[in-house]
């Protein structure tokens, strides 16, 4: 059974840093993986998508990589902001199990 | 577009109680979820649809049904309010499956089973 791990749980960082959040899972055979942010009683936005094929997805600060065979996937943001101060979330979607970690949340300090 | 739909967006009920949330997307997407999100955990899927007339088992079905008359709606049924199903709620839509291409999410429905 696929199992999908965030880590850290939390990260608080000073503004303009650049940092990194990890997602690991289980189960290699994946289609694709996808990093989502969720906003304080709000719904989640889709970030990233990379189909299994691909190495990295990039969308202006953000640039996420994925290594199925170490089962791993990284969501680098760059020149961090306090508007970027959310939990991020990545779901694997592996032979229709949808599978999420249990998110990030992230603090940006001005 | 409204995109994604839900209502309500909080409800109280009591154990036993039964009730309807409704979902709704204008972005003709095949694909329908309903996940639950319990405090400090990621999402988990309850039922999906993978288009009008057809629904099938998420990670978490029990306790919930699904029905999918229409491309547009997507409402989820608890018939006996447990404590246990006290969670957020959301809703999302896709053209294609799961990951093939972008979720479109709801703003969640609050359910507290007293």
């Known amino acids: 059974k696929q199992e999908v791990t965030q880590i850290p749980a939390a990260l608080s960082v000073p503004e303009g840093e650049n940092l990194v959040l990890n997602c690991s899972f289980t189960d290699s055979a994946i289609y694709n993986l996808q990093w989502f942010r969720q906003d304080p009683g709000k719904g989640l936005t889709s970030l990233l998508l990379?189909?299994?094929s691909q190495r990295e997805q990039t969308s202006g600060r953000l640039n996420a990589s994925l290594d199925k065979s170490s089962g791993r996937s990284t969501l680098y943001i760059a020149a961090s902001q306090p508007g970027d101060s959310a939990t991020y979330l990545c779901e694997v979607d592996s032979n229709y199990q949808l599978i999420w970690g249990a998110g990030t949340k992230l603090i940006i300090k001005p | 577009n409204a995109g994604v739909t839900q209502t309500p967006k909080f409800r109280i009920l009591k154990i036993g109680q039964s009730m309807t949330l409704q979902c709704a997307q204008d972005?003709?997407?095949?694909?329908m979820y309903w996940y639950r999100q319990d405090p400090g955990m990621g999402l988990k899927l309850i039922y999906y649809s993978v288009g009008a007339g057809i629904t099938d088992k998420g990670e978490v079905p029990n306790g919930y049904n699904v029905s999918r008359s229409t491309t547009e709606d997507f409402p989820l049924r608890l018939e006996l309010a447990a404590p246990s199903q006290t969670s957020v709620y959301f809703c999302?839509?896709?053209?294609?499956?799961?990951?093939?291409?972008?979720?479109?999410f709801g703003p969640g429905t609050r359910l507290t089973v007293l």
């Open positions: 972005m003709n997407h095949n694909y």
């Open positions: 990379i189909q299994s």
């Open positions: 999302a839509s896709s053209y294609s499956s799961g990951g093939g291409t972008e979720q479109f």
